[in-house]
């Protein structure tokens, strides 16, 4: 057992296995949707031991930086994040002897956040939304600032960088290929942030004549809405369009929007075939239906990014017993 990651002899060795670890993600049968008339398989990122398949980002884009000389041993790592992508890289930092600097928000799960401050990371908590761009673009100017007082920070830039579909490419595409019956599989439907996952999933799956589409979110300008207020975290962007996945649109076939409720619902949905995960999954649960109902496309694959234990019962709702018995009392 290691008891302290520090003093490791090979840190990027040992970071490089436990990421081939975390993209060997499971492929599992969800089940009918839309009332049988399709079937739903799902890659399950939310099988790692931080409950997110952002594990992959984060120790992928600190060693494709490595490899492409724009990190240097020791050097302090910066990045905006909503949440999940901060454990994968305070974890990462930790082995590889990096100090890590996250900026976020104050609707940063608790369990999220303790994760990282556990880990070590520092943490830089914005105060609140900015007026147009909410809170990620006041997350983005803080960051701005602070790269203005140090700028011998490295930046991941998530949103921008090209490492970010690279590590797909590189370490989840391979790995989940084998996985998915390919002549199943009509038409693919994913969640997107920044679009990392979808650029690599899109183009292998493309290529073998399979359209891909995405499941987002009302209120998020990723692809021309007006930009809104959302209780989700990890999807949509309210601020601008990631290069990431706007050098990339023709991989995208469609997009199929869903509510904050209608996340919630697909959560409850899932909860009840024993599926527990986040409100992104239900977006996706939900987009895969409305796939099914307005195209030909039966046999859906998708991507649950994370599990539902990050959020409590946001998504849940409260038990009908326990509603009743608030009111007896």
Request: hydrophobic share 40%.
């Amino acid at each position: 057992m290691i008891e302290d990651w520090s003093g490791i002899e090979e840190p990027r060795v040992v970071a490089e296995r436990m990421l081939q670890g975390f993209a060997d993600l499971p492929v599992l049968d969800c089940g009918p949707i839309a009332g049988g008339r399709g079937r739903l398989r799902a890659i399950y990122g939310m099988t790692t031991t931080e409950s997110s398949f952002k594990s992959i980002l984060g120790f992928g884009i600190l060693l494709l930086a490595y490899e492409a000389g724009l990190l240097k041993p020791g050097q302090t790592v910066i990045e905006s994040t909503s949440g999940s992508l901060g454990v994968s890289l305070a974890l990462a930092g930790k082995i590889l002897g990096h100090p890590i600097e996250l900026v976020t928000d104050p609707n940063i799960p608790a369990v999220t956040r303790r994760k990282i401050e556990l880990l070590g990371a520092e943490l830089h908590i914005v105060s609140g939304p900015h007026p147009t761009g909410g809170t990620q673009q006041s997350r983005v100017e803080l960051l701005e600032a602070l790269l203005a007082e140090r700028p011998d920070m490295h930046w991941t830039d998530q949103n921008n960088s090209d490492l970010n579909p690279a590590v797909y490419r590189r370490w989840l595409v391979p790995s989940v290929e084998p996985k998915l019956d390919l002549d199943w599989i009509d038409a693919a439907i994913f969640v997107v942030g920044t679009g990392g996952h979808f650029v690599g999933l899109a183009e292998m799956l493309r290529a073998k004549g399979i359209p891909c589409y995405v499941a987002d979110r009302v209120g998020s300008a990723t692809f021309g809405l007006e930009p809104g207020p959302s209780v989700l975290r990890g999807i949509g962007n309210t601020n601008c369009v990631p290069k990431v996945i706007g050098s990339n649109l023709h991989l995208v076939e469609d997009v199929y929007y869903s509510t904050d409720e209608e996340a919630a619902e697909g959560v409850r949905e899932l909860a009840g075939r024993g599926i527990y995960a986040g409100g992104t999954s239900g977006i996706a649960l939900q987009g895969a239906r409305k796939l099914v109902e307005t195209t030909g496309a039966r046999n859906i694959l998708t991507f649950f990014p994370d599990r539902g234990d990050l959020y409590g019962d946001q998504f849940l709702g409260s038990s009908p017993v326990a509603r009743w018995e608030k009111v007896a009392a």
